[in-house]
């Protein structure tokens, strides 16, 4: 089994550039790109004119979840785990965020689970709350950070357990 921390952000809600800090691909002198999305390193942030111009070609108002919407996505994320033989060691869902440590099989491909948590909490939240006026409720893509040891899994869990003002918050009693 391998572990990993998935974050993603609700549409909108945290753009590039922001001064929270961000993570995205960064090009470097002499050709060719980084990416700044590992554990215990810096991230990018506050490039003013690159929030700028994200938040010029948002095409809805940016998405902030209520407290029956965020129970829509625990249950849905936990509805998609259960199904795909997955494990969620401990989920937040904030009004801007997601996050989730899962426990999956090697071959899992992470861009599979991300992919598949946000499809199917989008269609559960579009089916009780109408489709949203950006068309999408989450942004194009997230973190996902591996957790390479039993002590990163049990950081990642208290990271998840001590989220600020989360609207579903949980972990799972049976590990």
């Given at each position: 089994?391998?572990?990993?921390?998935?974050?993603?952000?609700?549409?909108?809600?945290?753009?590039?550039?922001?001064?929270?800090?961000?993570?995205?691909?960064?090009?470097?002198?002499?050709?060719?790109?980084?990416?700044?999305?590992?554990?215990d390193t810096p991230y990018d942030s506050r490039i003013s004119p690159l929030a700028t111009?994200?938040?010029?070609?948002?095409?809805?108002?940016?998405?902030?979840?209520?407290?029956?919407?965020?129970?829509?996505?625990?249950?849905?994320?936990?509805?998609?785990?259960?199904?795909?033989?997955?494990?969620?060691?401990?989920?937040?869902?904030?009004?801007?965020?997601?996050?989730?440590?899962?426990?999956?099989?090697?071959?899992?491909?992470?861009?599979?689970?991300l992919r598949d948590f946000k499809a199917y909490s989008s269609r559960s939240l579009t089916l009780r709350s109408g489709?949203?006026?950006?068309?999408?409720?989450?942004?194009?893509?997230?973190?996902?950070?591996?957790?390479?040891?039993?002590?990163?899994?049990?950081?990642?869990?208290?990271?998840?357990?001590?989220?600020?003002?989360?609207?579903?918050?949980?972990?799972?009693?049976?590990?």
């Amino acid at each position: 089994m391998r572990a990993w921390l998935l974050t993603w952000t609700t549409y909108g809600s945290w753009l590039p550039g922001d001064s929270r800090g961000f993570v995205s691909r960064r090009w470097v002198r002499g050709g060719g790109s980084e990416i700044h999305n590992t554990p215990d390193t810096p991230y990018d942030s506050r490039i003013s004119p690159l929030a700028t111009h994200a938040a010029s070609r948002l095409r809805g108002e940016p998405i902030r979840l209520s407290v029956p919407q965020a129970t829509i996505v625990r249950h849905q994320v936990q509805e998609t785990a259960a199904f795909r033989g997955w494990t969620i060691r401990a989920g937040a869902v904030m009004a801007n965020h997601v996050h989730l440590v899962v426990e999956v099989l090697a071959t899992t491909r992470t861009e599979d689970m991300l992919r598949d948590f946000k499809a199917y909490s989008s269609r559960s939240l579009t089916l009780r709350s109408g489709q949203p006026a950006s068309g999408t409720w989450w942004t194009a893509s997230g973190s996902c950070r591996h957790l390479p040891s039993d002590d990163a899994l049990y950081r990642a869990i208290a990271y998840v357990q001590q989220q600020e003002y989360p609207l579903a918050l949980w972990t799972n009693p049976s590990l």
